[in-house]
């Protein structure tokens, strides 16, 4: 059965480097689609600049149009931190048999051992790792370990389970990233080309980043 892509993030804001690898990976990997899961209070850093109304709104103008993308809301309709283990757990009640790709870059695949309940979530989906400018995959400790053991090459995996391995994807690479975005926008400097206009709009709109 054709995987659901799973895509959280802060997104503050979405830009091409997470567009771009939505699409790879919806492609490559025949998925049905690729869900967007802005997080709401994220467990593991700073509070967002964005506000999560804003950061929605974002993500649901850079997507419109595009048909492989659907926006989901759910965490922000949660009180408290974003846990992914939550997430999947509610996805996987809603879509009981259907296989789910939890959608991570590089840089977040290799501190997976911080996140909540972290050994739990392979039970829930697949993980497909995509590989981020400048982020290797961890050659050693408890991430790795779990890499070992749970790696595949074989895409066939992903859709004849429901859950269980872990998928690495060499997707368009784009060194973009939102701190980068908010850092060009505080000195002045036009964000233009790093991420959709629609988006650039409402961080007009938003007087966001100054
Ligand atoms: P920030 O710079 O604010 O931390 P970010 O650009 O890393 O933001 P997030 O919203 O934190 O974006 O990332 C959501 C997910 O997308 C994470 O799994 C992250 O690893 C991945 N990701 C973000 N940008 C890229 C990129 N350019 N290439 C590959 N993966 C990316």
Redesign the pocket.
Known sequence: MQPIGIF?????PI?F??LR?ALDLFECLNLREVRWIPCAQPPHRMAPVASAAQRLHMVRAAVQGEKAFVVDDRELRVVGPSYTVNTLISLRSEFPDTPLCL??????FSSLHTWHRWQELIELAHIVI?H?PGWALPAAGAVFDFLQSRFTNEQSHLHEQCAGSVLASAVT????????IRQLIKAGRNPRFLLPNTAIGLIDTYQLYR
Do not use: K, M, N, P
């Open positions: 959280g993030g802060t997104f503050d830009h480097g997470h690898i959608i991570v870059g590089g840089d977040a995509a981020r690479q784009l060194d973009i990233s939102g701190t980068r």
